[in-house]
């Protein structure tokens, strides 16, 4: 069911390859991701990404806003003046559609024929994805990246009437998007590896996520790290006594559990503070946690904010507690700020922590154990500062310029 890249000129359609600096070629590539605007990492890293290729390259970003709310209409990751955004509308929805939508909520139904074309109706309506067809086919693309599963499934239902190699980033583990009773396509699994199918490659993450991929999709895959989003003159100060952790404040992220363990810690460890940099859903559940356990003298959530890095320095350690993830970009983050981690041991933070090294990774989610490493490292300052040295080392070889060579060998089989 896998399918190969395609080499050099299979999708040259006009004269949009131009002869650029160095003997480089000039693409001119299509990107589509759900939000620009959000505060995260899917959104730091694809601003990133688009940035340094938008040196060589002619790129174009297709954002429907559609979490506009969460975080404002605002990005403070740096984005090129060269890069062109366009915001496009989500399909109007009918009440058919709504009833669709709504009948999948509660049941789930993707099994049959029929199911999934009513599912395609209600979420990809034809009129929808013939609009897309035509702007990609008219601007003359050479490329297209959809970002995440739902532009990979919009994306793979137009793959063979657009004139443009098709690719898909991935910014979720395997168990983030298929998990049976949290994955985000748990229902719609059969409808992802269709789509994905005819795209030309799918980009993930890491080796596990792509291991899964074949195993369990039949797919192939190219294994694309994400890099660290900023670099930061200012350290944080490990010998202050506050645990942070960032990121969106969702089920995912475990922060129900961190709140668990800090409240056994600050049993015995009574100065240390814990601050939760982000905002989601869970975060009223969240503070009435923190108020339950009486903690809101030491624990604080800040909600949204765009001062993602002037947070981070007030930590002196980092914890992430994630069920899942792809990638995680706030572990670079912390490794660039010189913060040691500490994590549960799930398949994304193996490539960018190792137990001892640049901190302590605990078994999954197994909160006893991650209690005893919040009370080594707040014990031992110069086994924090050992670690935060090895972050830093860590964090240099996730500059951004190593990652954006493996996407140019990426790029130069489509041109």
């Known amino acids: 069911m896998g399918t190969g890249v395609r080499r050099r000129g299979s999708f040259r359609q006009s004269c949009n390859i131009l002869k650029g600096e160095q003997g480089r070629y000039m693409a001119k590539i299509g990107i589509i991701i759900s939000s620009l605007t959000t505060c995260g990492g899917e ?231 814990l601050l939760i940099i982000g905002g989601g859903s869970m975060e009223q559940k969240l503070r009435e946690m923190i108020k339950e356990k009486k903690l809101q003298d030491k624990a604080r959530i800040t909600g949204y904010i765009h001062e993602v890095k002037e947070n981070l320095l007030k930590g002196s350690v980092f914890v992430m507690t994630s069920r899942w993830e792809g990638f995680p970009m706030t572990i670079t983050e912390a490794l660039e700020m010189g913060l040691p981690v500490i994590a549960y041991d799930i398949p994304a933070i193996g490539p960018l922590v190792t137990d001892g090294v640049e901190g302590r990774v605990v078994p999954a989610f197994q909160r006893g154990e991650l209690v005893k490493a919040m009370e080594e490292l707040a014990g031992d300052v110069e086994c924090r500062k050992r670690m935060s040295g090895n972050a830093l080392i860590k964090a240099e070889m996730l500059e951004p310029e190593r990652v954006v060579e493996q996407w140019e060998r990426l790029i130069a089989n489509y041109v």
């Not at 013939?130 to 601007?139: G, P, T, Y």
């Not at 699994?189 to 980009?203: D, F, G, S």
């Open 43 to 273: 959104e730091r890293v694809v601003s990133l990404i688009a940035s340094e290729l938008a040196k060589h390259h002619d790129i174009t970003i297709y954002t429907y806003e559609s979490r506009r709310l969460e975080g404002g209409k605002r990005n403070d990751y740096p984005l090129s003046d060269r890069i062109r955004v366009q915001e496009v509308e989500a399909a109007r929805e009918s009440f058919f559609q709504h009833g669709i939508k709504l009948l999948y909520h509660f049941t789930g139904m993707t099994s049959g024929k029929i199911s999934q074309m009513l599912l395609k109706k209600a979420f990809y309506p034809e009129e929808h994805l013939e609009e897309w067809v035509e702007r990609i086919n008219a601007e003359k693309y050479d490329l297209m990246i959809a970002v995440s599963g739902a532009n990979t499934i919009l994306l793979g239902y137009i793959a063979d009437r657009i004139r443009a190699g098709c690719i898909s980033w991935e910014h979720s583990s395997y168990e983030g998007y298929f998990d049976r009773k949290t994955g985000y396509y748990r229902n719609r699994v059969q409808v992802y590896q269709k789509c994905a199918a005819k795209l030309h490659m799918r980009v993930v993450l890491n080796q596990d996520i792509a291991d899964k991929y074949e195993q369990r999709l039949g797919l192939d895959t190219t294994v694309i790290p994400n890099p660290k989003s900023f670099a930061s003159h200012e350290k944080a100060d490990v010998s202050a006594r506050c645990f942070v952790t960032c990121g969106r404040v969702e089920q995912e992220k475990g922060y129900d559990d961190l709140i668990e363990a800090f409240a056994e810690f600050s049993m015995k460890n009574k100065d240390w503070k």
